[in-house]
C-alpha cells in the first residue's frame, strides 16, 4: 500500500472551518502571487478563481520529500509525506484532496501480519454477546484487516484534526481509496485463482468476485469496494480499494510515468491520483448527498423525542438545524448538477466501466441470470445524484411545511398560555388590592380591625344569649 486518497468536503455550512483551518496552518500560496490561501478561497467561491489550487505540502521527519516546497513536520509514522490539494465544485463545495505517500515499513506491514505465526484466539469485547473463537485462519484475516484499517485510521484522524470539514464534524469517515500493489494477482485471474491465494487477499478484504470497475486511464487496475458485512474489520463506509499487480501496471503506464524520472512508489502514487481525483470527487459528493439524506430522517424520525413539548426553544433548534441543511442543498444543487454535466474534464479523468467477470459471463452465456451490459458508472452516479437531490428537495419542502404548521400551533399555544399567566396576575393584584385596602386606615381604626372587633361583639352576644 504506498498510498492513500482521501477528500473533505466543505458546503456552505462548513466553509468558515477550511477558513480557520488556512489560518491555523499558516498556508500560504505555493504559486508565488501576492494573494494567499484566504484570497485565493475567496476567488474560488465567488466563481472568479481557479478551479483547484495547492494549499500545502508535509513531510514527515528525516523522510525523503518529493515536494520540494513540503513543510517538515512530525507526521503519524505511518506516512512520509501528504499532499493538500483544494479543487473547487462550482462556487458552493469546496474539496481537499488529501494525498498520503505510506512509509516503506507501513507499506510491507499488512504482508507480515499476513505471513506470521498465527494460533486460534477467543475473541471478546463488548460488542460480542458471548466470547467467540476464532481458528487460525480467521485470527490471519481479522490481524490482517485490521493492520489495513489501522492506515485508514491514522489518514481519517490526521486529516480531521489539521482539516476538519462536513463528514469529520458529523462524525463520519472520509470517502478514502487506498493503492494495492501485488507482486502477483493481476485483474484477468480475479476469478481463477486457487484457495490459498484466494484467503490471502480475502484477509486484506477484497472479495469480489462477479464484477470489475476499470477504466482505460488506469490499465491493468481495479477499483473495489470494501465490504460491509459479518467478518469483515475493514470499516467499508466510503472506503475502496485500486489494486492491480505492481510490474504489469508499471508496464501499461510506463509512457505516461516518463515524467516523473524514475519509477518508484511516488511515481505510482502520483500516477493513480491524477487519474483517480475527479472520480473520487464524485464519489464523495454521492456520500455528501446520502449524509444529508440521512439528517433529514433522523431530524423527522426524533422530533417528537427530542423536543417533547415542541417549546419555542426547541422549535428554534430545529428550525436552526433545517436552514442550514436547506442553505447547503439549495446552494450545491446547481453546482453538482454543472458539475457531472462539464464539457472539460481533467487531462486523465478516469470513466470507470463496471463490468462481469469472465466466469460470470461464461455462466450468464448459458442462461444462469441474465446477461448484465458494461455500465458507465460515471454516468450512472450522475444519474443518482440528481434522483437523491431531487428528494433531498421534496424532504426539504416537507419539513419546512410540518415546521410551519409546529410554530403556528405553537405560537397559539404560547398565547394561549400568556392569557391565562395574565388572568392569574389580575387576580392576585385584585387581592393584593383588596388586601392592602382592609388593612388601610381611614379613620381612628383600619377597615380590618373594625370587621374583626365586629365579628368578636357578634360572637359574644351569640354566646350571652
Request: hydrophobic letters at 40%; a positive charge.
Amino acid at each position: 500500500m504506498p498510498g492513500l486518497f482521501i477528500v473533505e468536503l466543505f458546503p456552505p455550512s462548513e466553509s468558515h472551518r477550511l477558513t480557520e483551518a488556512i489560518n491555523r496552518q499558516n498556508w500560504l500560496d505555493p504559486l508565488g502571487y501576492a494573494r494567499t490561501d484566504i484570497d485565493l478561497l475567496a476567488l474560488a467561491r465567488s466563481g472568479r478563481g481557479y478551479d483547484w489550487w495547492k494549499l500545502g505540502g508535509f513531510a514527515n521527519l528525516k523522510a525523503w520529500a518529493g515536494d520540494p516546497d513540503a513543510r517538515i513536520t512530525k507526521l503519524p509514522c505511518q506516512f512520509d509525506a501528504i499532499a493538500l490539494r483544494a479543487v473547487q465544485i462550482g462556487e458552493s463545495i469546496t474539496a481537499v484532496a488529501a494525498t498520503f505517500h505510506v512509509t516503506e515499513e507501513a507499506t510491507r506491514c499488512i504482508d507480515r501480519v499476513w505471513q506470521r505465526d498465527h494460533q486460534p484466539e477467543l475473541l471478546c469485547g463488548k460488542d460480542l454477546r458471548r466470547p467467540l473463537p476464532q481458528t487460525i485462519p480467521e485470527v490471519a484475516m481479522r490481524r490482517t484487516q485490521l493492520a489495513r484499517q489501522e492506515l485508514h485510521d491514522a489518514a481519517r484522524r490526521w486529516l480531521a484534526d489539521v482539516c476538519p470539514g462536513f463528514f469529520a464534524v458529523n462524525g463520519e469517515p472520509q470517502p478514502l481509496i487506498d493503492l494495492l500493489l501485488f507482486t502477483k494477482r493481476t485483474v484477468a485471474q480475479i476469478d481463477t485463482e486457487d484457495r490459498l491465494h484466494g484467503d490471502a487477499y480475502r484477509a486484506i478484504g477484497l472479495t469480489e468476485r462477479s464484477f470489475t470497475l476499470a477504466s482505460s486511464e488506469l490499465p491493468a487496475m481495479n477499483l473495489e469496494r470494501a465490504e460491509r458485512g459479518i467478518g469483515s474489520y475493514v470499516n467499508g463506509a466510503r472506503t475502496w480499494a485500486l489494486w492491480g499487480e505492481r510490474q504489469e501496471v508499471i508496464d501499461q503506464a510506463r509512457p505516461r510515468m516518463q515524467k516523473y524520472g524514475h519509477v518508484d512508489d511516488w511515481a505510482l502514487v502520483a500516477y493513480a491520483g491524477e487519474a483517480l481525483q475527479s472520480y473520487l470527487l464524485r464519489l464523495s459528493i454521492s456520500e455528501l448527498l446520502s449524509t444529508f439524506h440521512i439528517q433529514y430522517a433522523h431530524m423527522r424520525d426524533q422530533a417528537r423525542q427530542q423536543h417533547g413539548r415542541f417549546r419555542m426553544k426547541n422549535l428554534e433548534g430545529l428550525r436552526t438545524d433545517l436552514l442550514a441543511l436547506s442553505l447547503n442543498i439549495g446552494s450545491i444543487e446547481r453546482d453538482i448538477v454543472a458539475f457531472n454535466k462539464r464539457l472539460y474534464h481533467d487531462t486523465y479523468d478516469a470513466p470507470f466501466i463496471q463490468t462481469t467477470t469472465p466466469r460470470l459471463r461464461r455462466l450468464e452465456a448459458r442462461g444462469f441470470g441474465r446477461v448484465r451490459a458494461p455500465r458507465n458508472t460515471n454516468a450512472r452516479m450522475a444519474e443518482d445524484q440528481a434522483e437523491m437531490l431531487k428528494q433531498l428537495r421534496s424532504d426539504d419542502k416537507n419539513l419546512r411545511d410540518v415546521l410551519s404548521e409546529a410554530a403556528s400551533l405553537n405560537s397559539s399555544m404560547q398565547a394561549l398560555r400568556i392569557s391565562r399567566t395574565a388572568r392569574r396576575i389580575s387576580a392576585a393584584s385584585l387581592a393584593i388590592a383588596l388586601v392592602a385596602v382592609s388593612v388601610s386606615k381611614v379613620s381612628e381604626h383600619s377597615i380590618l380591625s373594625a370587621v374583626v372587633s365586629a365579628f368578636g361583639r357578634m360572637i359574644n352576644w351569640i354566646l350571652g344569649q
